[in-house]
């Protein structure tokens, strides 16, 4: 299959997620800045949803910024939430245009207050919005997720909304094989028709997930890529998925 020609689509994956890697090392090897690196890095990021889209990809996700990513220096966490207050305001208006809607994934609360009514703005404003979906996962970490997540469901027990017995329940199938279950709408992508990826990308020669969707990653395929994120452009993703057509994926069956 030539996934360019996008002639089939049944092997396109619906929701692709990206763990974008190595911006800092890339500008270490090219004798830059850091902060050069980043920006670089979301230029690539961006050309990939582009692409993404041209595909016929549903939803993309982008770990933008992890629960641990508080631990950089100052100087560095400053430049990246300007970034992100940039990013956030040219991807709505893309968004509007192709009837995305942005998601934030992870906390908002420890979010600068400006880039925090910027996410808002953009979720409020595209909430309608059907074609795509793009996840912004920013102070984001799996296992934080997982913990909000039991939380509320714990909340919603003492209330009694639901039963302990309900969580199990299997509220859909994934791909029509593996099965949704009722803690699914506890998770950040409680209500998106495509909130388990079928593929998670990342870059850097890393070959790990970090926690990354740790609930939704159960039957992700993965694809690892030497290449540090700001060489990871449109090219490169298509390579990745045409990988991805050729996968048999059989969910645990025959």
């Known amino acids: 299959m030539n996934i360019q020609d996008n002639t089939n689509t049944n092997n396109v994956p619906k929701h692709v997620a990206i763990i974008p890697d190595g911006n800092r090392r890339w500008a270490k090897n090219k004798g830059l800045p850091t902060l050069e690196g980043h920006r670089r890095g979301f230029d690539a990021a961006n ?28 100087e560095e966490v400053d430049y990246l939430m300007n970034l992100y207050e940039v990013n956030i305001e040219d991807n709505l208006k893309e968004a509007k245009k192709q009837g995305a809607r942005i998601i934030h994934l992870g906390r908002k609360e420890r979010i ?10 953009a979720e409020e404003e595209t909430k309608d919005l059907t074609n795509h979906v793009l996840n912004i996962a920013l102070d984001y970490g799996g296992h934080d997720e997982l913990l909000r997540a039991m939380e509320k469901m714990h909340k919603d027990i003492e209330e009694g909304k639901i039963t302990i017995a309900d969580i199990k ?17 506890y998770l950040d992508t409680k ?17 790990r ?12 395929e993965l ?32």
């Open 47 to 74: 050309a990939d949803i582009r692409k993404s889209r041209e595909l016929g990809i549903h939803t993309m996700t982008l770990w933008a910024f992890s629960t641990e990513n508080w631990n950089r220096s100052k």
């Open 112 to 121: 600068p207050a400006t880039l925090r009514e910027k996410i808002i703005k």
């Open 169 to 185: 329940t299997e509220v859909g199938k994934y791909n029509g094989k593996y099965p949704y279950y009722l803690f699914k709408n």
């Open 191 to 207: 209500d998106q028709p495509n909130p388990y990826p079928d593929l998670i990308i990342r870059t850097s020669g890393e070959q």
């Open 209 to 220: 997930l970090s926690g990354y969707l740790s609930w939704q990653a159960a039957y992700s």
């Open 223 to 254: 694809y690892f890529t030497q290449l540090h994120m700001p060489d990871f452009g449109p090219e490169e993703f298509v390579k990745a998925m045409e990988d991805f057509s050729s996968r048999n994926r059989r969910f645990g069956g025959n």
